[in-house]
Nanobody, 125 residues
Framework: QVQLVESGGGEVQAGGSLRLSCAAS????????MGWFRQAPGKERELVAA????????YYADSVKGRFTITRDNAKNTVYLQMNSLKPEDTAVYYC??????????????????WGQGTQVSVSS
């Protein structure tokens, strides 16, 4: 079992920044690939960014490239999502997830087997 708890969401104006954190507990965090997803009302949950177990490989959705950065601190069992230049279309519930079967970057949603409860990000124009 892995427990994930997100924090750092909130309301911000367009152009602003937020940093999301996801604290993991339970099984060995350091061995697993992690990802950040988001889901806006009426839309499917989509992958925003993913990171390998070491942090050496990352993936970003085209819509956030150059604005978001995913990092991890394995000593603290925490993964982060730094979000800069936020846009109203970034408004969504953001979820972190872990793929306990892989160490490399994972881009397929169904491969993530543990999820956090989500944190709301709202960007006003």
């Amino acid at each position: 079992q892995v427990q994930l708890v997100e924090s750092g969401g909130g309301e911000v104006q367009a152009g602003g920044s937020l940093r999301l954190s996801c604290a993991a507990s339970g099984r060995t965090f350091v061995s697993y690939a992690m990802g950040w997803f988001r889901q806006a009302p009426g839309k499917e949950r989509e992958l925003v960014a993913a990171i390998s177990w070491s942090g050496g490989s990352t993936y970003y959705a085209d819509s956030v490239k150059g604005r978001f950065t995913i990092t991890r601190d394995n000593a603290k069992n925490t993964v982060y999502l730094q979000m800069n230049s936020l846009k109203p279309e970034d408004t969504a519930v953001y979820y972190c997830a872990v793929d306990t079967n892989r160490v490399g970057v994972t881009t397929r949603r169904y491969e993530y087997d543990y999820w956090g409860q989500g944190t709301q990000v709202s960007v006003s124009s």
